[in-house]
């Protein structure tokens, strides 16, 4: 009899336990969409990697550009990757925004020449640098409008 008992608990603690589970994704937010893409330079000489994160459905939606850091070396730059940013965009993404990753030139998957050098420390040039950066982050919402 006791083990009919235990029996009977475990699976209903089982059945209770899946139902949570089934129900667990409402208690987090819609359902999300995730893209790789590959999004135009604002004058179409390159290509940047960017992943889009957004809640799955019709919008419309507001838009946010999650932009990563600047690792110090050529190693670290082409590990970058969205993946960093994946828990902090879902959060944005769940709230109902369109999230926008784009991995700058010389880093992660879009590779290419790092265009953020400022150069030597005897004569540097930060504004170019940031010039380059501020090219790829703002190409992303433009190019990606659509998506």
């Not at 932009?67 to 082409?78: E, K, V």
């Not at 790092?114 to 150069?119: C, K, M, V």
Request: aromatic letters at 6%; charged letters at 20%; proline letters at 6%.
């Amino acid at each position: 009899m006791a083990r009919g008992g235990i029996l009977k608990g475990l699976i209903a603690a089982i059945v209770l336990f899946a139902a949570a589970l089934a129900n667990a994704d409402q208690h987090l937010g819609p359902r999300l969409v995730q893209e790789e893409v590959r999004v135009p330079s604002l004058n179409g000489k390159y290509t940047l990697a960017a992943t889009i994160l957004r809640p799955e459905g019709e919008g419309p939606y507001g838009a946010i550009v999650l932009n990563h850091g600047t690792p110090g070396s050529a190693t670290g730059r082409a590990r970058e990757s969205t993946e960093l940013l994946m828990n902090s965009a879902a959060v944005f993404a769940r709230r109902g925004y369109v999230v926008v990753m784009p991995l700058r030139r010389g880093f992660g998957a879009t590779g290419g020449e790092f265009a953020e050098d400022p150069g030597t420390c005897a004569n540097p040039d930060y504004r170019k640098g940031e010039h380059n950066a501020a090219d790829d982050v703002m190409a992303s919402p433009t190019s990606t409008a659509s998506a």
